[in-house]
C-alpha cells in the first residue's frame, strides 16, 4: 500500500511504495509518515476559488471537511475559530488554532515558551527566530499575547481563496513540526 512521506525540509508530500531516499524539491533527506494512508495531495482538487467556502456560516463546515478527509480530529470548533490537538512523535501535544478572519485565515501554533512581559523575552532568541523567518515559505514565528503572557508561536496567514485540502494539511503539518522541532530545541539547551 502506497504511503504518504513528508520531507521535514520543505513540507514536500511523496506518495511512494517505500520511503524516499532524498527530496527532489530541497534535496532534505529527513521523512515523516502522515498518519493517514490516503495521500493529502491526490491532484485531483482544484482550489478554494470560492471565499464562501469559509464563510461565518460555512467555516465550521469546511474546517470539519478538510480534518475528516485528512483523518484529523477537532478539538474544539465554532464559526470563527477551531482548534486540533496533534500528538507529536515527541511525546508532546501540539495545539493548532485556525482563526477566521475577513478575507483570511490566520493558522497559529503557540509554543510553551511563554514570558510575563515583552521585556523578559531574551533578543538572542528573537533574532535566531527573525533568521529562520527568512528561511521559510510557509510560517513566520511571532510573539502573541495568549492568555497574559508573551508566547513564541509560529504562524501562516492565508487568502481564504488559496485554501483547498491540500494547502490546508499542508500548513498545518508544517507549522506543528517546526513549533515541535522548536520546543525540542529549547529544552536541550536548558538541559545542558
Known sequence: MKKTYQCKGCGNEVVSLMKPSECQVCTGRE?????????IDSGDETMAIDKDLFSSFKFRSTIEGYCRDIGWNISRIDNEIA???FDMES?????????KYDSTLEFSCPSGLKFDDIDDVPHNLSTFLLGKNAEYKLGFWALQKLGGKQTFSII?????SL???NYFGRVI????QECDDFERKIEELLNN
Open 163 to 165: 485554501i483547498d485540502v
Open 83 to 85: 482548534v486540533i490537538k
Open 173 to 176: 503539518i508544517r507549522l506543528i
Open 156 to 160: 501562516h496567514n492565508a487568502e481564504m
Open 31 to 39: 521523512w515523516t509518515r502522515l498518519a493517514t494512508s490516503k495521500p
Open 91 to 99: 511525546g508532546t501535544t501540539q495545539t493548532l488554532l485556525i482563526v
